[in-house]
């Protein structure tokens, strides 16, 4: 069964959702959801590699962590790992945190499967369960930081893990593609809402409980979010669509990626 039968998804509601319904929402979506979406993504993110978005941007050419050889490296929003495994494989220490168990029993599986096993922490992203000044780098994936409702909190989290001069980058959806439906095709070229409009999509059950959320910040709110919490902002990485690559995914495709961005990288660190 798909996810959305699993959690008995009936439709689409317009309204707020505070933080603890969005970690609800969060953990039982990516828990029902692990299965069939590996199915369909495994292939794009690899077992062992870095990708950082459906550019097809990779770590191993990026390199936006820095050397990460010897440093500890926390992955927040981690999925199955392949991150934090290719990490490993460069001389990194890494700690692979999800909220998800069951996007962190594939990350188990294929720590045996692969030989490259890491340390697998179950915890939301706003409450990170180390100690101050515990990690030289932290990266997300696009993982966690479009499903919290209070991103700002995660930024305050990670800054406090970091030790001074470490190293956070993080890739989420465009905010731009907000405007756009997630269409890969034509249709998806059209404006259907304002990019200020900040109320979350959300898929409730027939009792009006959210079975996934997704939150919007503009670009604005995303420096704000990293400025406040007393991070540097180093870079802003909006990866092109290469000529020739023909992948699609979910709502990325050559036809939009030709015309307008679909991910931005944040680069920062900690003062």
């Not at 319904?21 to 029902?32: L, M, N, Q």
């Not at 919290?148 to 001074?164: G, H, N, Q």
């Amino acid at each position: 069964m798909s996810a959305e039968q699993v959690l008995g998804t009936t439709g689409m509601a317009r309204r707020t959702v505070g933080s603890a319904e969005s970690r609800r929402a969060a953990r039982a979506w990516w828990d029902a959801d692990a299965d069939d979406y590996l199915a369909e993504h495994g292939d794009d993110i690899g077992e062992i590699d870095f990708v950082w978005c459906p550019e097809g941007l990779r770590e191993a050419d990026a390199r936006l962590l820095g050397e990460v050889a010897g440093k500890r490296v926390l992955e927040v929003g981690a999925g199955s790992a392949p991150c934090a495994r290719w990490l490993a494989t460069q001389g990194a220490r890494p700690v692979a945190l999800d909220l998800s168990a069951g996007m962190l029993r594939h990350a188990a599986a294929l720590g045996a499967s692969t030989g490259v096993a890491v340390p697998l922490v179950q915890a939301a992203a706003e409450r990170l369960p180390f100690a101050d000044g515990s990690f030289d780098v932290a990266c997300s994936a696009f993982g966690a930081i479009p499903f919290v409702a209070e991103p700002s909190r995660v930024m305050r989290e990670v800054k406090r893990v970091l030790r001074p001069g470490g190293r956070w980058v993080f890739a989420v959806n465009h905010p731009m593609r907000w405007m756009f439906s997630d269409d890969p095709g034509p249709d998806g070229l059209t404006v259907i809402q304002s990019y200020f409009d900040r109320m979350p999509y959300v898929e409730v059950d027939a009792t009006g409980a959210a079975t996934y959320v997704e939150h919007h910040r503009t670009l604005g709110d995303r420096v704000r979010d990293i400025v406040l919490a007393g991070l540097v902002l180093d870079d802003l990485v909006e990866p092109e669509w290469p000529e020739g690559r023909e992948t699609v995914w979910g709502q990325w495709s050559p036809l939009r990626g030709a015309l307008f961005p679909g991910t931005a990288i944040f680069v920062t660190h900690r003062p």
